[in-house]
């Protein structure tokens, strides 16, 4: 089960988890990790990523 939409908002912005990586100050494996919905980041995490993306948190849990 999909409980976020962080690789779906990154292709839509054509920004890779790399550079999420580097623009949260963390590691590639810990950003693919969410992406792959392995792990989960914290609320605090998503609206810092939610920022970044310019897109609200809702757009990163929630299935359009």
Do not use: H, W
């Not at 890779?16 to 100050?25: F, I, M, P, V």
């Not at 970044?52 to 849990?61: A, G, M, N, Q, Y």
Request: some cysteine.
């Amino acid at each position: 089960m999909k409980l976020n939409r962080i690789k779906c908002v990154l292709v839509e912005k054509d920004i890779s988890q790399t550079q999420l990586a580097k623009d949260l100050g963390m590691s590639f494996s810990t950003i693919n990790a969410y992406c792959s919905n392995r792990k989960q980041p914290s609320l605090e995490l998503l609206s810092k990523i939610a920022d970044i993306l310019s897109v609200s948190i809702k757009d990163l849990i929630a299935d359009k």
